[in-house]
């Protein structure tokens, strides 16, 4: 499953160079999330690490975009290669 950024972000940018990914970038108002390269930190660390680091817990997970833990690694592989 993806991660979403909600319209509770404060555009504080502390997220952005926390994700190994490279999936957070700056939207028309608030931080996105891309769902195509989050991994939810899979293959990286234990840890969603924009969600650690978020200081007014925005980042939640993405319902619409759902994803196994299996398929998570698949997609960490693939960005890797």
Do not use: W
């Not at 680091?53 to 975009?65: G, K, L, Q, R």
Request: hydrophobic letters at 35%; a negative charge.
């Amino acid at each position: 499953m993806s991660l979403l950024i909600t319209e509770g972000c404060i555009n504080c940018d502390v997220c952005v160079p926390e994700c190994p990914n490279e999936a957070i970038a700056q939207g028309d108002d608030i931080y996105t999330i891309d769902p195509a390269r989050c991994t939810e930190c899979v293959g990286h660390f234990d840890e969603e690490q924009c969600v650690q680091i978020c200081p007014v817990d925005c980042i939640v997970h993405d319902d619409a975009h759902v994803e196994s833990r299996a398929e998570l690694m698949a997609k960490f592989e693939r960005l890797a290669a």
